[in-house]
């Protein structure tokens, strides 16, 4: 919508870093090759991974897309990664000797990834990073990378191959960011992007200020404040008497260590529900110190459903548009001199 009425966007901020996308793709394809050893186009995608700073020449790259082409081509995958004698795929088509040194060398790489399968997912991240990258932030990443993923492979013991390699593709689409290590991600500056809309959540936002900000959907769904009409982002309204399932189970497993706790129904979704309070307010704060000079907060009534009342302001934002129109203290205070940042009420 900003970007329609002619605005420039500046949204970097939600995304992961362009390093880092390509660090987790590159890690994934080759993750994909291991869980279908058998497929060519599988192991074509690795070789292009593999030659990817060719990339930066375009000769080179359409060579390497040419090799490509007939890695793609060969039938038998394993009579090219693991030759037997007579059963060697180089020898079934003419090669020149660039392109016979340029292959056997990747075939020695592809061994060395097929034989680290056997390793826990983090080493064989390790591994596959050591041979494909070389810049500090590309190895730190990679270290990274692998550390999720093992935690990820904890809690999901079933998972394999393909399961974790779509944990990593899905970096790559950006449909989930993850913090790399490079200027990209580490040093953003807003006044670089002065003149610009720009657009990020409140957490994002942390350490940064801006002469104007915005705040969106100040709402009691999105800020509940513990009252009897607030609605709570882990509770679902089919759910009897409104229960934190989550909360409850968790509260349920203390009782049963613990013969000193006595757990009684509803007491734990309380208790979460106040935590979450707690956890908005101190997010609406940073929001809010993120303004220099001015604060725009607005809010919505969001989707109506017959199972769940309309949004209202949220509490906080109720008070803090009270404690402005009072002139900025409570009315048994003086005025200070130094007045906060101007605000509106949308």
């Known amino acids: 919508a900003l970007r329609q009425r002619g605005l420039e966007v500046v949204d970097s901020l939600l995304r992961s870093s362009t390093s880092t996308r390509k660090a987790a793709g590159a890690l994934a394809n080759v993750l994909h090759h291991l869980a279908d050893p058998t497929a060519s186009q599988r192991l074509a995608r690795v070789f292009q991974v593999w030659r990817r700073v060719d990339k930066e020449d375009t000769e080179a790259w359409q060579y390497v897309m040419t090799l490509s082409k007939l890695l793609a081509s060969c039938r038998q995958v394993e009579e090219f990664v693991w030759p037997r004698a007579g059963q060697d795929w180089l020898d079934t088509i003419e090669l020149s000797d660039e392109d016979l040194e340029l292959l056997t060398l990747f075939r020695g790489f592809a061994q060395r990834w097929q034989s680290a399968i056997v390793l826990p997912i983090d080493q064989l991240l390790l591994t596959l990073g050591q041979d494909l990258f070389s810049e500090a932030s590309d190895l730190a990443i990679t270290h990274k990378l692998a550390v999720t993923l093992r935690q990820t492979s904890e809690q999901h013991p079933q998972w394999r191959l393909p399961e974790l390699a779509g944990e990593l593709a899905v ?176």
């Open 171 to 346: 970096i790559a689409r950006n449909e989930r960011r993850f913090l790399g290590f490079s200027e990209e991600d580490s040093g953003f500056d807003p006044r670089a992007h002065a003149g610009k809309v720009v657009v990020a959540t409140m957490h994002k936002a942390k350490g940064l200020e801006w002469d104007r900000v915005y705040l969106m959907s100040v709402n009691s769904y999105d800020f509940p404040s513990g009252q009897p009409y607030d609605q709570y982002i882990a509770e679902k309204w089919f759910i009897r008497d409104e229960l934190n399932l989550g909360a409850e189970a968790l509260a349920q497993l203390d009782a049963v260590l613990d013969d000193e706790v006595v757990y009684r129904q509803g007491d734990a979704t309380a208790q979460a529900r106040l935590d979450y309070v707690r956890e908005r307010l101190r997010l609406l704060y940073v929001g809010i110190t993120r303004a220099k000079s001015e604060l725009v907060v607005t809010w919505n009534s969001g989707r109506s459903a017959a199972s769940r009342p309309e949004a209202v302001q949220a509490l906080p934002f109720v008070a803090l548009q009270t404690h402005w129109e009072l002139g900025g203290c409570r009315q048994d205070e003086p005025l200070v001199a130094s007045q906060p940042p101007s605000t509106r009420s949308v």
